[in-house]
T-cell receptor, first 115, second 116 residues
Framework: GDSVTQMEGPVTLSEEAFLTINCTYT??????LFWYVQYPGEGLQLLLK?????DKGSNKGFEATYRKETTSFHLEKGSVQVSDSAVYFC??????????????FGKGTKLSVIP | EPEVTQTPSHQVTQMGQEVILRCVPI?????FYWYRQILGQKVEFLVS????????KSEIFDDQFSVERPDGSNFTLKIRSTKLEDSAMYFC??????????????FGEGSRLTVL
């Protein structure tokens, strides 16, 4: 079945450091890929997405590129801020032909940014 | 900005007790979901709900679980007789009809269930 594997956390960075959170996937069909973020005390919210190979999703300074050859969708940000402290979830949705529409998530990676 | 709200934020219960987790989805959304995350594990799909019936459910969603939209605004998850392994964070989500199949869901902040 479909699955998502993301790097184990927690990740602790200093402000203005470069961030990479790795995510790889296995899926049948042609998945769309997502990063969701959960800030403290809030629900998961969509951060960015990519729907086909080589697409780059971007939002709030975060980027991720859909790499079909390596089945990856790594999240990057050039300079993190304290306000980026959150849990980040990689996810996919694949169309199986059976009308299946539920998201498949990874475990989440907790990021803490210290001043 | 509209948001999905969940209550309670944390519930502690004894094994074998019934639990009801409540969610208020965004008002013009048509599709509703429950997911859960056991500590340290992946976020897992439980069930999706549309037009007052279950549209899809996972293997986790056995006879101990049920969902209901009792009054047109609330969306509830009931666990009939809780087990220790039901301890998890439960997330409710909703989706606008036009976003069906896009993977773009709006989530609540979660209800943490602890079964003793």
């Amino acid at each position: 079945g479909d699955s998502v594997t993301q790097m184990e956390g927690p990740v602790t960075l200093s402000e203005e450091a470069f961030l990479t959170i790795n995510c790889t996937y296995t899926a049948t069909g042609y998945p769309s890929l997502f990063w969701y973020v959960q800030y403290p005390g809030e629900g998961l919210q969509l951060l960015l997405k990519a729907t086909k190979a080589d697409d780059k999703g971007s939002n709030k300074g975060f980027e991720a590129t859909y790499r079909k050859e390596t089945t990856s969708f790594h999240l990057e940000k050039g300079s993190v801020q304290v306000s980026d402290s959150a849990v980040y979830f990689c996810a996919l949705i694949a169309y199986s032909g059976a009308g299946s529409y539920q998201l498949t998530f990874g475990k989440g990676t907790k990021l803490s940014v210290i001043p | 900005e509209p948001e999905v709200t969940q209550t309670p934020s944390h519930q502690v219960t004894q094994m074998g007790q019934e639990v009801i987790l409540r969610c208020v989805p965004i008002s013009n959304h048509l599709y509703f979901y429950w997911y859960r995350q056991i500590l340290g594990q992946k976020v897992e799909f439980l069930v999706s709900f549309y037009n007052n019936e279950i549209s899809e459910k996972s293997e986790i969603f056995d006879d101990q679980f049920s969902v209901e939209r009792p009054d047109g605004s609330n969306f509830t998850l009931k666990i009939r007789s809780t087990k220790l392994e039901d301890s998890a964070m439960y997330f409710c989500a909703s989706q606008h009809g036009a976003q069906r199949g896009t993977g773009e869901l709006f989530f609540g902040e979660g209800s943490r269930l602890t079964v003793l």
